[in-house]
């Protein structure tokens, strides 16, 4: 569907792309991930055609597009900011795409009605200027109006980063749902790790200009191509030299020349190990109470690791409660030393 084959974009003597390749399946929602500055936003601005790239192409359904105007790509486009009319009606901000197209004022009430129904934005609202609406309201304005033009692909540039954090989460809910509904294939671009595993098919993990990583939420969070995605998705514990030669000593197969990192969820407190399965003893230094799972701290002599467990109501461990953690060595992601620096 979507082809980044090979791109580079410079601003004067920075490179801001290096060799990107990108390969985007129809109806597919695929996530643009990174932290600020990394090149997500570049990219989706090259595919858009806001930017055009020093070297590659960017290919539609087979087609080169790379130096296709942005107005003829049928690309729709959700900004950050929205980019509404504010002294407008909703229903002439929806509607603008479709005067622009010059289609008969009849096909286009039928459109904009149509597609306001669809992202569930009321008859009432329609003629309310956008200035009225709430943040969310204002979200459902920008998709609709992104949508009834009926684009062979949305972009969508961190269109949640402006809402409150009840409503990010509601409205994620909301637009997976939409997404499926119209089977629109999507690029999004996030520097919420929850949401690209919550919304994603795919993600693209970005740093510095190249991609690290591209795959399913699960193979980037358990199957970490490299130090920077294991670091970035998530949270982590990186196992030092102590704990380290604590393994190796009980005969696990650890590479203390690599760095080794151990998921939080993927270790247990104070069950029996299981074969395989290693148990070091410690002390709960902290822990913090989240309801549906608890954080504890616990010190290990060498190091305090962090450990998640799902809390039962019952096996609640306290400060300063002597504990064995649980660890099976074929969990620990090992990465050699240095090669987050290297790129």
Do not use: W
Request: aromatic share 8%; with cysteine; glycine share 8%.
């Amino acid at each position: 569907m979507i082809k980044l084959n090979n791109i580079v974009v410079k601003f004067g003597d920075f490179t801001a792309l290096h060799d990107i390749n990108i390969h985007v399946k129809e109806g597919e929602f695929f996530t643009f991930l990174g932290p600020s500055g990394c090149g997500k936003t570049t990219t989706l601005r090259t595919i858009t055609g806001f930017i055009e790239p020093v070297e590659g192409t960017v290919e539609v359904k087979g087609k080169d597009i790379t130096h296709v105007p942005i107005e003829k790509r049928n690309i729709g486009i959700v900004f950050q900011s929205y980019a509404l009319f504010p002294t407008m009606t909703v229903y002439d901000n929806i509607a603008f795409g479709l005067k622009l197209k010059k289609m008969k004022k009849p096909d286009i009430d039928r459109e904009v009605r149509q597609i306001a129904r669809k992202v569930e934005l009321a008859d009432e609202k329609l003629m309310k200027a956008v200035s009225q609406l709430s943040g969310g309201q204002q979200q459902r304005v920008a998709i609709a109006r992104a949508l009834v033009t009926n684009p062979a692909i949305i972009c969508m540039d961190e269109p949640l980063s402006n809402l409150d954090a009840k409503l990010r989460v509601q409205l994620r809910n909301e637009l997976k749902k939409m997404q499926k509904d119209f089977g629109i294939t999507t690029i999004y671009v996030t520097h919420d790790q929850e949401e690209a595993l919550t919304l994603s098919d795919r993600i693209a993990v970005f740093n510095k200009g190249y991609i690290e990583q591209i795959g399913t939420p699960n193979e980037v969070y358990n199957f970490s191509k490299t130090e920077f995605v294991c670091n970035f998705i998530g949270d982590i514990n990186r196992l030092e030299e102590g704990v380290i030669r604590q393994l190796i000593a009980a005969g696990a197969e650890v590479d203390p020349a690599k760095h080794n990192y151990v998921r939080l969820e993927r270790l247990h407190v104070n069950v029996e190990p299981r074969p395989g399965q290693l148990a070091l003893p410690g002390t709960v230094t902290m822990r913090e109470y989240y309801g549906l799972y608890i954080k504890y701290y616990i010190d290990l002599g060498s190091q305090t690791i962090k450990v998640i467990e799902k809390n039962d109501g019952v096996n609640i461990y306290e400060e300063g409660q002597k504990v064995n953690v649980i660890l099976d060595p074929r969990d620990i992601m090992a990465y050699p030393a240095g090669e987050e620096a290297a790129q």
